[in-house]
């Protein structure tokens, strides 16, 4: 179950970054909003993740997927400029959240 939460909430916290992009500084009413109930989400959830899962592992995953789904979706969807050293250092956060899971399972 809080792997399920975990998911939920990274998934709330890459919708609310990538809403932030079109608020246009929060000047933009609903995306604003998207931004704002996103991380409201995500909190609430990493907050219930907490109990079952140890804080490293859970923050690792969150920020790790998070930053790599977010800066994936930059480059697909949102006209940003890929490149090799990009995508090595989404590669790179990915295996370090995997690296970390790995140390903290003995």
Same mark, same amino acid.
């Not at 809080?2 to 809403?19: D, F, N, P, S, W």
């Not at 992009?21 to 933009?28: E, H, I, N, P």
């Not at 592992?57 to 789904?69: K, L, R, S």
């Not at 930059?74 to 790995?102: R, S, T, Y």
């Given at each position: 179950?809080?792997? =399920? +939460? %975990? /998911?939920?909430?990274?998934?709330?916290?890459?919708? *609310? !970054?990538?809403?932030m992009?079109?608020?246009?500084?929060? @000047?933009?009413l609903w995306?604003?909003?998207?931004?704002?109930?996103?991380?409201?989400?995500?909190? =609430? +959830? %990493? /907050?219930?993740?907490?109990?079952?899962?140890?804080v *490293? !592992?859970?923050?690792?995953?969150?920020?790790?997927?998070? @930053?790599?789904?977010?800066?994936a979706?930059?480059?697909?969807?949102?006209?940003?400029?890929?490149? =090799?050293?990009?995508?090595?250092?989404?590669?790179?956060?990915?295996? *370090?959240?995997?690296?970390?899971?790995?140390?903290?399972?003995?």
């Open positions: 179950m809080g792997y =399920a +939460l %975990l /998911a939920a909430a990274i998934a709330a916290e890459v919708a *609310g !970054t990538t809403a992009k079109y608020s246009d500084g929060f @000047t933009r995306p604003s909003v998207v931004t704002i109930v996103g991380y409201v989400i995500a909190f =609430a +959830l %990493l /907050a219930q993740t907490l109990k079952t899962l140890s *490293g !592992t859970a923050y690792a995953i969150w920020a790790g997927v998070g @930053t790599a789904a977010v800066a979706i930059g480059m697909v969807f949102l006209g940003e400029p890929a490149n =090799a050293m990009k995508i090595a250092g989404i590669a790179l956060v990915v295996v *370090g959240v995997i690296v970390l899971n790995l140390g903290g399972a003995h």
